[in-house]
């Protein structure tokens, strides 16, 4: 069975059916409400649902089982010192250890849970950093919205901040490095480009069976890091992109060297390019970029994918999930070869993930 | 005891309770005592400053109010979700 946990600008929407066929809505919650993000735990099978209500502020809540009671989580919530308030929950990643969880929010700050996510703390070291003050908002906020932990070693992890670069730390979050290497900031007039802060991260992750190899869409270019996030190289220049400008990004939790992106025009526009709806696949890490849009629109289909909208289920073969902000989600079974439109008609697509992987 | 009236979803925080008496002598307080006993509350009304949500209004005898305007005894304070979203 294929479970996809899809948020929407009016609620999330439990989607369950065979793979490679459309799927039914099995349950919705948080009806008209604002799920930025969900996702699920596997390894305690919990389930979590970041909600911006339109009225009273954001919130994070978890269940046993999508389709009936949610429970709220305590927090995140910046202790009284740090006068400021969460104004976005962008993402929910499961860490290294027993009931390690740890949440990415707007302002840009980590949060870290100890009991499985029923209680967060903010992350202090990462709040202190010096530079912080010089920290500059994207379009959508300054926020966290990438969180990469390294297997099998608690201590090393690596955040992106849109747009404040990337952050690592190797004691656990006490202390933070700023690893911005081979980023090319082209935004910016090249004489500002040396001393400037504003590294647009849109997207990061880390494949988990050679940690040290990242890969990264950032506000115009593509970039792999080979060694934990210390320094990144070009992987989108010259290399058959429409458009090395995007914000979805999946990373084969088989295979190091392969990776999935889904170009968007850049950068005020922010639509398909040329109306074409296609999945780009690197199977050499980003040497070469090949188009997979067999079944996907292929004219007339200007659809923005937002930056949690692309998941896939750790399958293998694999599967790949996208969901767009005109209400459509898209799915593969053989790790993008082939394409089907597995539900239409939904609220402006937020996030999509996998609840079965 | 100043008494809270709470409208549309907070209610599902404060166990299903449309009235609920408080204390406090302002409308900040009466929210710090109204999120103690229901602690489900927190970051709902207020944010983790302590600031109204943005489109949260308080009424005090049909007038909005702000959180440090004094509420007496026998007053009665609206929490409404301001009309918004899309």
Known sequence: ???????????????????????????????????????????????F????????????????????????????A??????????????????????????????????????????????????????????????????????????????????????????????????????VGGLVPRYLPEEARKDTHAYCVHNMHRAPRQPHTLYMQFHGGVYRSDDGGESWND????????????????????????????????????VTPDGCV????????????????????????????LRQAFCSDGGNPLGLYFGATSGEVFGSVDGGRTWSTVAERLPPVASVRCGDN | MPRMILSGSVREHAGGLGTIEVGGATAAAAIQSLEAAYPALRGWIVDERGALRRHVKLFRRGEAIALDAPVAPADEVHIVAAISGG
């Open chain 1, 1 to 47: 069975m294929t479970e996809l946990l899809v948020g929407t600008k009016k609620g999330l929407m439990v989607l369950r059916g065979s793979g490679g066929r459309p799927l039914e809505i099995a349950g919705r919650a948080f009806a008209g409400e604002v799920v930025e993000f969900a996702t699920r735990d596997r390894r305690s099978g919990r389930y």
């Open chain 1, 49 to 76: 649902a970041a909600v911006t209500h339109g009225q009273f502020g954001p919130h994070l809540f978890f269940a046993d089982d999508p389709t009936k009671a949610w429970a709220q989580a305590e927090g995140p």
């Open chain 1, 78 to 179: 910046f202790p009284t010192a740090a006068k400021a308030a969460v104004e976005r929950i962008w993402v929910v990643e499961p860490g290294i250890g027993d009931g390690i969880l740890w949440c990415g929010v707007a302002p840009a700050a980590l949060f870290r849970s100890t009991d499985g996510g029923k209680s967060w703390a903010l992350v202090e070291g990462l709040w202190n950093v010096p530079e912080r003050g010089n920290w500059e908002p994207g379009a959508g906020g300054l926020c966290l919205h990438s969180i990469c932990p390294w297997p099998g070693d608690a201590k090393r992890l690596a955040v992106g901040i849109s747009s404040a670069g990337v952050w690592l730390t190797e004691d656990a979050g006490r202390s933070w490095r700023r690893s």
């Open chain 1, 235 to 270: 992987i989108g220049s010259d290399r058959g992109l429409p458009s090395d400008f995007g914000f979805p990004l999946v990373v084969d939790p088989h295979d190091p060297d392969r990776a999935y992106i889904i170009p968007l025009k850049a950068d005020a526009d922010r």
């Open chain 1, 278 to 305: 296609r999945v780009y696949e690197t199977s050499d890490r980003g040497s070469t970029w090949v188009a997979r849009g067999d079944g996907l629109p292929r004219s007339q289909a200007y659809l923005t994918v």
